[in-house]
């Protein structure tokens, strides 16, 4: 497979940081990441009629990426999703973090991994994008190492996620990408299954509240693919919590979970060695234009975010995020796709 990556300047950040685009493209699919946020912006494969499209939301300049919300295609961390109270003990020491969902912590905190400029080296076949997050960033104890790689493969896209902290301290990383496999319009038509047996149902400020509740017999039963918005207006108090799809699916294997565009004929499959996955079906999204003005909205998209479960420094029962000292962290997500 041959892999052509080219470097495109893209600006300055708000702290004059300067800003590189790197487009990496085979003869079947092509992506373009950002060094700042070491975001996705752009994923372009081969419909079943042969012509390229876009599978993942963006913007067309840094200035967007920077003022909007929505951390369109970002790696989301030192801990993606909510934290309750914002803060944790470990090892009998509380650690406060920073408040901005409410009284929770979301997606790292004011400064999260998806505001900085990460260092960026080619590979022959992708990019390895690393930082050092230093202790007391937002409050996570440990000097943490982290490395996010994106690697084309003959038919998809690997992420992979490595990390070693100095200090014990707690990880969960994710890329915040928004899927379209048609490249545009709603998302609600598309074809959902999901490998996971049960879910975490969410108090009223989207918080696990430690009950995992069988997908069998609800409107969260995706074992068999159904369309993602069959039921997503249904009378029910999980959905209208979130205005919709806000779940973490707690997985039953590697083979996490499909999406297809029957518009398209574009298939997404994902496989994971993460314990859990992120439904949200874009309830949030702001109406202001994406890449090349496109018009985004909500439903216009669906994330699927391989994680550690929410929260489950407070829960006992849910895998653990904590990484100890010195201990490799490391996690795989992988993007097949084919066409029908």
């Given at each position: 497979m041959a892999v052509k990556i080219t470097a495109i300047p893209w600006g300055c950040s708000i702290f004059g940081e300067a800003v590189t685009l790197r487009r990496v493209e085979s003869d079947a699919l092509s992506f373009e990441v950002l060094d700042y946020g070491a975001t996705l912006r752009s994923l372009r494969v081969k419909d079943a009629h042969g012509a390229w499209?876009?599978?993942?939301?963006?913007?067309?300049?840094?200035?967007?990426?920077?003022?909007?919300?929505?951390y369109l295609g970002a790696v989301v961390g030192r801990v993606c999703n909510r934290i309750a109270g914002a803060e944790f003990e470990l090892d009998g020491n509380r650690y406060p973090l920073y408040q901005n969902d409410?009284?929770?912590?979301?997606?790292?905190?004011?400064?999260?991994?998806d505001k900085y400029v990460w260092d960026a080296e080619v590979l022959e076949d992708g990019v390895k994008f690393s930082r050092v997050s230093p202790d007391g960033e937002e409050g996570y104890p440990?000097?943490?190492?982290?490395?996010?790689?994106?690697?084309?493969?003959?038919?998809?896209?690997?992420?992979?996620?490595d990390a070693v902290s100095d200090a014990d301290t707690v990880i969960s990383l994710t890329n915040h990408s928004y899927f379209n496999l048609a490249g545009g319009g709603t998302a609600l038509a598309h074809e959902l299954r999901i490998n996971a047996e049960s879910f975490t149902a969410n108090d009223e400020h989207s918080l696990p509240t430690g009950?995992?509740?069988?997908?069998?017999?609800?409107?969260?039963?995706?074992?068999?693919?159904?369309?993602?918005?069959?039921?997503?207006g249904a009378d029910d108090g999980q959905l209208a919590i979130g205005h919709g799809y806000h779940h973490n699916f707690a997985l039953s294997g590697r083979d996490a979970a499909e999406l297809y565009s029957p518009e398209s004929g574009v298939a997404m499959n994902?496989?994971?060695?993460?314990?859990g996955v992120q439904l949200y079906t874009a309830n949030f999204l702001e109406?202001?234009?994406?890449?090349?003005?496109?018009?985004?909205?909500?439903?216009?998209?669906?994330?699927?975010?391989?994680q550690e479960f929410?929260?489950?420094?407070?829960?006992?029962?849910?895998?653990?995020?904590?990484?100890?000292?010195?201990?490799?962290?490391?996690?795989e997500t992988k993007l097949t796709f084919d066409v029908r």
């Open positions: 499209v876009d599978v993942v939301l963006g913007y067309d300049s840094l200035a967007e990426y920077e003022q909007n919300d929505g409410g009284v929770n912590h979301l997606h790292g905190g004011k400064r999260g991994f440990g000097n943490l190492h982290v490395a996010v790689t994106y690697t084309l493969t003959e038919r998809g896209l690997r992420i992979a996620y009950r995992l509740i069988p997908c069998a017999g609800t409107l969260f039963d995706f074992r068999a693919a159904r369309p993602v918005g069959r039921d997503i994902i496989t994971t060695d993460m314990p109406r202001i234009p994406g890449k090349r003005g496109a018009l985004m909205e909500p439903h216009g998209a669906v994330c699927l975010e391989t929410p929260d489950a420094v407070h829960h006992a029962d849910f895998p653990s995020p904590v990484l100890r000292a010195g201990a490799a962290y490391h996690r």
